[in-house]
């Protein structure tokens, strides 16, 4: 039996129970070329916020109906008559938030676990990692010295966007919701300084530690923390907007920056960026990642939940900060 | 006799009469290498409110009690021992809202007339003639067949913005006030098409007239005109931020650009510009408009009222829209 989440609705706010549909299905037999895959592990992503909005953005939305669309990991227990994939194969793909997948292959890997273990390719050999690594060296262009302002600085991006800055010479200072998470930043990921929103002023924050102000804001999070770092920016320095969380859940329009000017006036720039774009690039990333993580350079986390009836809960640890690192459901032993 | 405006005091919201001193001093005696120089044109521009602010932007703010900044074009009438200038010199440069000025002549440069009329040394071959050059072809890195959207649009800088794209080979959408001056921009300065925001729905316009969306908007105004443009960016656009002159006279904090996260949907970017930055550069840009403006390929206008006393209902113009092109303030014969 496959246990599966569906999209019952678009949520007006945050998610909610009634957002979902939880279901319980036989597993139907293979036809020629399919594969089924038991997933372990699924990823829960601030984009996928965004997929079940109505409209469409940079890719299509989840319709009502539909299996709720999610990076998983698992292991290949059955084939019929499949080129690429056998019984044993460990792979990394888009299952959905299902305990077992049914699918032709296409947009499935085979993933090593010598080199990296199964819950990584969801995070800094997965997309997260994709993101930061790109967001900060390509989009951000990065330079050795900058001086660099990450918000959301404890996620999955975040924390991997500031510890390739300190490996390439910058100075580099986190944003987080308390001080767990600042401890974190500041003694186990080598930030020089973190700044707590939640209990500290972030101006406060941003003066006492970005004196000079910053060459490059990485930011995940939008509304306030935006328009405080705008105010920090020096000459020529670059935005990258990666994502907006604080955003995503309001009902009203978001809160657009309204120190935009600062971009004007510093002749700054702000960019978006969509991970998509860099996929032929994954192997020179995950080539550099490897060697970081061999060099005792960079750290990974994954905040692990069980059990597929938690997800909506599991999923709304994303807004509420109620995890350090890379969010994952494991959903099979 | 000399008269001046001086600021009075920093204005909140549109200035007023008691934002400014108006004076009538003499003319002091030259020093060793000074100069006096008769002006005839003072340059009104929407950066103006800018530099009457308190807090320190691109450039010094202009102190209470200080001559406002303006630049001006004029003549020397009188030398006292100076290498670069003689009597009958035609100059322009920051000479400021008065009818003379003395100076030791740094920031002035000789005009010739020969090559463009003395009001075009504010206008087509000055600031705004450099800022609408270098924003469209450097910041925005115009490519021929991109889709380009103008704001103030019927303005110094929009105006050429416009023409430039043109030249370039764009299809070239403006915005801009009343019908007066969108019959201007498709008439006579060959934009494609023009969007009316006073009297027309800014995304039924865009709809209209840009339905497969923009490569760059140039924008002057900011404020709800941004957020529509922000809504119809194409992949890959570029956003330049060269002013928000629908902001300068808040008394709040600046509306910020709610739709921002079209950036990241279309990985576009927004970037600020200063001027001065390209000073080097100039001579390649007038060199450029003079051949266009002989070829018939680009006009410019400039919108010319008289008086000195009429400052600053002159300067309002700026922010009420009732002006077509460079707004220009004829200060002696």
């Given at each position: 039996m496959n246990k599966q989440v569906l999209l019952a609705e678009h949520p007006s706010g945050l998610p909610t129970k009634s957002t979902w549909n939880y279901q319980t299905v036989e597993i139907p037999e293979l036809s020629d070329g399919e594969i089924l895959i038991k997933n372990y592990y699924i990823s829960l992503d601030p984009a996928m916020r965004g997929w079940i909005r109505e409209g469409k953005s940079y890719i299509e939305p989840v319709e009502v109906g539909a299996i709720m669309r999610a990076g998983t990991v698992g292991e290949v227990i059955k084939v019929n008559n499949h080129s690429k994939f056998k019984v044993g194969d460990f792979v990394c793909g888009w299952?959905?938030?299902?305990?077992y997948s049914v699918t032709n292959g296409k947009g499935f890997n085979i993933v090593d676990q010598t080199k990296a273990a199964l819950e990584c390719y969801l995070g800094i050999v997965g997309m997260p990692g994709m993101t930061a690594y790109f967001g900060i060296?390509?989009?951000?262009e990065l330079k050795k010295g900058d001086i660099v302002l990450v918000s959301g600085a404890a996620g999955a991006v975040g924390s991997l966007v500031g510890q390739i800055a300190k490996i390439k010479g910058c100075r580099v200072v986190g944003i987080a919701g308390g001080k767990t998470k600042c401890d974190y930043l500041t003694?186990?990921?080598?930030?020089?300084a973190a700044i707590d929103y939640k209990n500290d002023n972030i101006y406060s924050g941003l003066k006492a530690h970005c004196p000079k102000g910053i060459d490059v804001f990485f930011d995940n999070v939008g509304g306030s923390i935006l328009d405080g770092a705008l105010t920090k920016l020096r000459m020529n320095a670059r935005v990258v907007i990666c994502g907006a969380i604080s955003q995503y859940?309001?009902?009203?329009k978001p809160k657009g920056p309204s120190n935009y000017l600062s971009l004007l006036v510093n002749r700054a720039s702000m960019k978006g960026m969509v991970v998509f774009d860099y996929q032929e690039q994954y192997p020179d990333a995950i080539k550099d990642y490897m060697k970081w993580i061999q060099a005792g350079l960079i750290k990974s986390k994954e905040d692990i939940y069980e059990g597929i009836e938690n997800f909506n809960d599991t999923f709304l640890r994303l807004f509420s900060g109620d995890k350090i690192g890379k969010l994952i459901l494991k959903v099979n032993d």
């Open positions: 299952g959905g938030v299902q305990q060296l390509k989009v951000a003694n186990e990921l080598g930030f020089d859940n309001t009902t009203t």
